[in-house]
């Protein structure tokens, strides 16, 4: 390897990309805050942030496990891409869509929209966070980053 190619390798920041599914129920969500807290094993960051970090979590495998599916049958697939300088969290559905003019506050500013206190909850936690519809068709898309 030429020594320019060795400078740009040691330059290139590592992204650890970490993938689950689990069943749109309740009981599967602690799943999901392992994998994080297995995560910060790998990438060290603040008990406080980890703890934070699965709140947001957990609001956000929440809404899709309460609200996708109506009851019926799917999952939910969450990703976890951890650098040196941040997390990217990303959860995804099949299920019915989301409508993110919901969860956000009213016109006058004065109180949430059902369902928004968990939005907002993430909100208050992540430094970025993008909500749309799934990027491959029907569904919700929850996209969260933290700058560790």
Known sequence: MSE????????????RTVRLTIPAKP??????RLALTGLARVRPFPEGTLADLKLAL???????????????????????????????????????GFDPERASVNGDGAELAEGGLGIAIIRSIADEVEIGKH???RGSRLRFVKRL
Request: hydrophobic content about 35%; aromatic content about 4%; some cysteine.
């Open 4 to 15: 320019r190619a060795a400078a740009m390798v040691q330059g290139a920041e590592e992204t």
């Open 27 to 32: 009981e599967y969500i602690s799943l999901s």
């Open 58 to 96: 957990t609001e956000a495998c929440s809404n899709s496990v309460r609200h996708a599916y109506s009851g019926g049958e799917g999952h939910v697939e969450i990703s976890f891409e951890i650098s040196e300088d941040r997390l990217v969290v990303e959860v995804v559905d099949n299920g019915i």
């Open 135 to 137: 990027p491959r068709g």
